[in-house]
Structures are given as structure tokens and as C-alpha cells.
């Protein structure tokens, strides 16, 4: 079954019986195949799309899992927290008006200390189609005896709720961990 018809499935089956979603079909449709869309052209191990229906109205976020090298090229295996959030820092400024970023450490459960930047960005559209104002959450994670990171990416276009959203995409992240493939390197679950 191609991505498209399992996705067209997968919305058909989840609507049913939920009149706000059921509505919106088509839209959610093409929400889900240009995020699986991307996130394959991106190189992202895992893609996750939520939409739902919260008090008579749509609620969809998203979730991707990507492997990325060290920043600025770093080829030292090992990379550090601190590289990765001193190349954010450097790229987290935003323009004067109500766009804004924060760039912190975050201890993971599983994984230990990463970087992170959330906040609230506009995120131009392929095609120059225009751009969204999105609130996102991104979560680097060195990967450990190598020269990579782990980028967990969440968003959301519902900036009504921006906390509570940042909540959920740290819950999420939170439950991030590596296991040992069969020759014993780290790979992201």
C-alpha cells in the first residue's frame, strides 16, 4: 500500500464517528502526506502527526526524529550539550516583534543532558506559498560515542496553547532513549 493510501485509510478509519474531524477529511489528509512527505525528504527516522477535535475545534501537532552531524562540522566523537547550545545560542535570535526563542539544557530521563530551543516562529511555506506562525520545540541530543546528534523537532500551528503544548512536547521528548542495534551502536527508539 503506497504512503498515500495509507494515510487516506488511517484519516478515514480515525474520523469516523467524530463529526469536527470528519468534516475536515480532505485537509487533514494533505496535513498528514506534505508532513510524511517532508520529514522522508528531510531524513527523518520518524514522523508523528496528531489531529484532533477539542471542544469543536482542530488540534494537530507533529513530531519528527532525525539524525544530523555535530554542529559546524564537528568530527570529534563525543559531541557535548554545550557544543550543540553554543551554535543555538548563536542562532536563536528573532526578529523585534512576538516571535521568540529560549535556549536551555534540559536533563532527558534516559538520555541525560541535551540542548534545546523552543519558543515561537514563523515557518515559511513551501513554494513561497506564505508562511505560519508555528510553536516548536527542538531537542538535541548528542548521540553517545559518535560524532552525531539526535533532533527531536515538535510543532504545532495552536499557539492559544503555546504552554501547554511545550508540556506535551517535553512529556514526549522525555521518553526518548538509544538501544543497541545488533553491532552494538546507539540507535534512537
Known amino acids: 500500500m503506497t504512503r498515500r493510501a495509507s494515510i ?5 478509519e480515525r474520523t ?5 474531524l470528519a468534516a475536515n477529511r480532505a485537509a487533514i489528509s494533505r496535513m498528514l502526506r506534505t508532513a510524511a512527505s517532508d520529514a522522508a525528504a ?17 488540534l494537530s501537532a507533529s513530531v519528527t526524529v532525525s539524525v544530523l552531524p555535530a554542529p559546524d562540522g564537528d568530527q570529534t ?8 547550545m553554543a551554535t543555538l545560542s548563536e542562532k536563536a535570535a528573532r526578529s523585534p516583534d512576538d516571535t ?19 519558543g515561537v516562529e514563523d515557518v515559511n511555506l513551501p513554494d513561497r506559498a506564505g508562511w505560519i506562525r508555528t510553536t516548536m520545540m527542538q531537542t538535541f541530543i548528542p548521540i553517545p560515542q559518535s560524532d552525531r546528534v539526535a533532533l527531536i523537532s515538535c510543532s504545532s500551528p495552536n499557539l492559544v496553547l503555546v504552554d501547554a503544548l511545550h508540556d506535551l512536547f517535553d512529556a ?5 532513549r538509544f538501544v543497541l542495534d545488533g553491532r552494538g551502536f546507539a540507535a534512537p527508539l
Open 42 to 58: 528531510g531524513g527523518a527516522l520518524f514522523c508523528g502527526v496528531m489531529a484532533e477535535a477539542v471542544e469543536g475545534a482542530g
Open 16 to 20: 469516523r464517528g467524530v463529526p469536527e
Open 172 to 176: 514526549v521528548t522525555s521518553t526518548f
Open 8 to 12: 487516506d485509510t488511517l484519516v478515514r
Open 100 to 118: 521568540w526563542t529560549t535556549v536551555t539544557f534540559v536533563d532527558l530521563p534516559h538520555v541525560g543532558q541535551a540542548a534545546r530551543s523552543y
Open 77 to 84: 566523537v563525543g559531541v557535548t550539550p554545550a557544543a550543540v
